[in-house]
């Protein structure tokens, strides 16, 4: 019985540290899927100096293996869906997905395009969605931001360090 | 008992491997200030780290699994293995013996071995010629990086490093009598590390991640854990050949701090050369930079 309770404590706390881990080093991939540009050029600026993503530990990876977070812009076209499909399961577990931009969020003014499929969650489950033509940087970490406040019950993310 | 916690606890294991963590910090938070961002926090590295580990570890089709799983462990344990002679922290190195100076510095070549190799048994393109780039430019830096560590060597006449460190306690600092070796040394040192200029093996922009395209969850964080252990153990080294032995552990955290500060100010200010360029450099300069300091050296040892 005591056996039992020692091990779901201990199960518990390693939960709680890999959760911590989580929500303090998102690392993202960006994907265009079809995107104008206009989006991958303010998620771009949400990385640079200025709004420096890494004081919250984002970073910017190459290979799907390491992310954890598949940022994706544009509605998805009959060229990119089969990529997508690819990349997202390339990433290992747990990963999530931001959908930036109102094209991945409803086609935007690509809407019934001859080459367009549809909006990113018909093809893949997401966790966050980014609106705007193109969202502003700052509202681009806000969508990051939210999605590790779903991942923690408790609101704890920015009080680790305000730096 | 006592052995153990020097294997385990400090100088080794345990303390290594948080000093490795916050070497990445700081090496993390100083770029970004040079580059006037805010930076990481603190418990950065620690936190990806942990992630890391916690994250799936994706067995990609067609590699060897084995060897896949096998190659991270590998590489730690031989950065791990090459901490025990030096004198990390300024305290007497756990083991001691002649020519350890060789056997540390072939051991941290282990690790680029063991990366190289991480590339080239997978199916992937882009891990393979990350791979031949880790490979090529192992050969052309390892050449002068030993030839300006082994300086201090002839300098003092022996290939143990407790009693090269000694020497160099009780003499100038050799970083005055041999500007060239501490130079080369520590550009040398940037290459093993393949910190920029010195990124072509995983240059993002190129071919992805590299060698480790491939690699997730728990073989990267192996990964990571040892190139930043190889950081502490080769800051360690040339701060203790080059910058005055070792004989106050205070000035000499001070010392590699500030050798640290260099690294990462000379990784802010360049950027990445081509594979060619990393190659012609070291081959056209810095093979002969070293040599030359070598006969210097022969050469004084004779007149004295
Ligand atoms: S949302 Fe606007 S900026 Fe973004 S891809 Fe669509 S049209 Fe371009």
Same mark, same amino acid.
């Given at each position: 019985?005591?056996?039992?309770?020692?091990?779901?404590?201990?199960?518990?706390?390693?939960?709680?540290?890999?959760?911590?881990?989580?929500?303090?080093?998102?690392?993202?991939?960006?994907?265009?899927?079809?995107?104008?540009?206009?989006?991958?050029?303010?998620?771009?600026?949400?990385?640079?100096?200025?709004?420096?993503?890494?004081?919250?530990?984002?970073?910017?990876?190459?290979?799907?293996?390491?992310?954890?977070?598949?940022? +994706?812009?544009?509605? $998805?076209?009959?060229?990119? #869906?089969?990529?997508?499909?690819?990349? *997202?399961?390339?990433?290992?577990? =747990? %990963?999530?997905?931001?959908?930036?931009?109102?094209?991945?969020?409803?086609?935007?003014?690509?809407?019934? +395009?001859?080459?367009? $499929?549809?909006?990113?969650? #018909?093809?893949?489950?997401?966790?966050? *969605?980014?609106?705007?033509?193109? =969202? %502003?940087?700052?509202?681009?970490?806000?969508?990051?931001?939210?999605?590790?406040?779903?991942?923690?019950?408790?609101?704890?993310?920015?009080?680790?360090?305000?730096? | 008992?006592?052995?153990?916690?020097?294997?385990?606890?400090?100088?080794?294991?345990?303390?290594?491997?948080?000093?490795?963590?916050?070497?990445?910090?700081?090496?993390?938070?100083?770029?970004?200030?040079?580059?006037?961002?805010?930076?990481?926090?603190?418990?950065?590295?620690?936190?990806?780290?942990?992630?890391?580990?916690?994250?799936?570890?994706?067995?990609?089709?067609?590699?060897?699994?084995?060897?896949?799983?096998?190659?991270?462990?590998?590489?730690?344990?031989?950065?791990?293995?090459?901490?025990?002679?030096?004198?990390?922290?300024?305290?007497?190195?756990?083991?001691?013996?002649?020519?350890?100076?060789?056997?540390?510095?072939?051991?941290?070549?282990?690790?680029?071995?063991?990366?190289?190799?991480?590339?080239?048994?997978?199916?992937?393109?882009?891990?393979?010629?990350?791979?031949?780039?880790?490979?090529?430019?192992?050969?052309?830096?390892?050449?002068?990086?030993?030839?300006?560590?082994?300086?201090?060597?002839?300098?003092?006449?022996?290939?143990?490093?407790?009693?090269?460190?000694?020497?160099?306690?009780?003499?100038?600092?050799?970083?005055?009598?041999?500007?060239?070796?501490?130079?080369?040394?520590?550009?040398?040192?940037?290459?093993?590390?393949?910190?920029?200029?010195?990124?072509?093996?995983?240059?993002?922009?190129?071919?992805?991640?590299?060698?480790?395209?491939?690699?997730?969850?728990?073989?990267?964080?192996?990964?990571?854990?040892?190139?930043?252990?190889?950081?502490?153990?080769?800051?360690?080294?040339?701060?203790?050949?080059?910058?005055?032995?070792?004989?106050?552990?205070?000035?000499?955290?001070?010392?590699?701090?500030?050798?640290?500060?260099?690294?990462?100010?000379?990784?802010?200010?360049?950027?990445?050369?081509?594979?060619?360029?990393?190659?012609?450099?070291?081959?056209?300069?810095?093979?002969?930079?070293?040599?030359?300091?070598?006969?210097?050296?022969?050469?004084?040892?004779?007149?004295?």
């Amino acid at each position: 019985m005591t056996a039992m309770k020692i091990e779901q404590a201990w199960n518990n706390a390693l939960a709680g540290v890999a959760l911590w881990a989580r929500t303090n080093s998102p690392w993202v991939l960006h994907f265009n899927t079809g995107s104008c540009n206009g989006c991958d050029i303010e998620l771009l600026a949400a990385l640079t100096p200025r709004y420096d993503a890494e004081r919250l530990g984002v970073k910017l990876q190459a290979s799907p293996r390491q992310a954890d977070i598949l940022i +994706c812009t544009g509605p $998805v076209t009959r060229q990119a #869906r089969d990529r997508l499909l690819r990349i *997202y399961e390339q990433m290992p577990e =747990p %990963r999530f997905v931001i959908a930036l931009g109102s094209c991945a969020l409803s086609c935007g003014v690509f809407h019934d +395009c001859y080459n367009v $499929v549809g909006p990113l969650d #018909r093809f893949i489950p997401v966790d966050v *969605y980014v609106p705007g033509c193109p =969202p %502003r940087p700052e509202a681009i970490i806000y969508g990051v931001i939210e999605l590790l406040k779903k991942l923690h019950p408790v609101d704890v993310i920015l009080e680790g360090g305000s730096a | 008992m006592n052995a153990l916690g020097t294997l385990l606890l400090f100088p080794g294991g345990l303390a290594l491997l948080l000093v490795a963590l916050l070497a990445e910090w700081i090496s993390r938070k100083l770029l970004a200030r040079l580059q006037n961002r805010v930076g990481p926090r603190w418990f950065q590295p620690l936190a990806d780290t942990v992630k890391l580990l916690a994250k799936e570890e994706v067995i990609p089709e067609g590699v060897h699994r084995v060897l896949f799983e096998f190659l991270p462990v590998l590489s730690l344990a031989a950065v791990l293995t090459a901490a025990l002679a030096v004198p990390l922290f300024g305290v007497v190195p756990a083991t001691s013996y002649a020519g350890d100076l060789i056997v540390t510095v072939y051991l941290l070549s282990l690790l680029t071995l063991c990366t190289s190799l991480a590339g080239l048994i997978t199916d992937d393109r882009y891990a393979a010629m990350g791979g031949l780039r880790v490979l090529s430019q192992l050969f052309s830096y390892e050449a002068p990086f030993l030839l300006a560590l082994l300086g201090p060597a002839v300098a003092a006449e022996s290939w143990q490093i407790t009693r090269i460190t000694a020497h160099a306690g009780s003499n100038v600092w050799m970083l005055f009598t041999q500007p060239v070796g501490f130079v080369v040394a520590v550009i040398g040192l940037m290459g093993k590390l393949e910190l920029s200029p010195f990124d072509a093996p995983e240059a993002h922009t190129e071919i992805v991640a590299g060698s480790l395209t491939e690699y997730s969850g728990r073989g990267l964080a192996l990964f990571r854990l040892s190139r930043n252990v190889a950081l502490v153990v080769g800051l360690t080294l040339v701060a203790a050949l080059y910058l005055g032995g070792v004989s106050d552990p205070l000035a000499f955290a001070v010392k590699t701090l500030a050798l640290l500060l260099v690294i990462t100010t000379v990784q802010a200010l360049f950027a990445r050369l081509r594979i060619d360029q990393t190659i012609g450099l070291w081959w056209h300069y810095g093979v002969l930079l070293a040599l030359g300091q070598w006969f210097l050296i022969l050469i004084g040892k004779g007149a004295a």
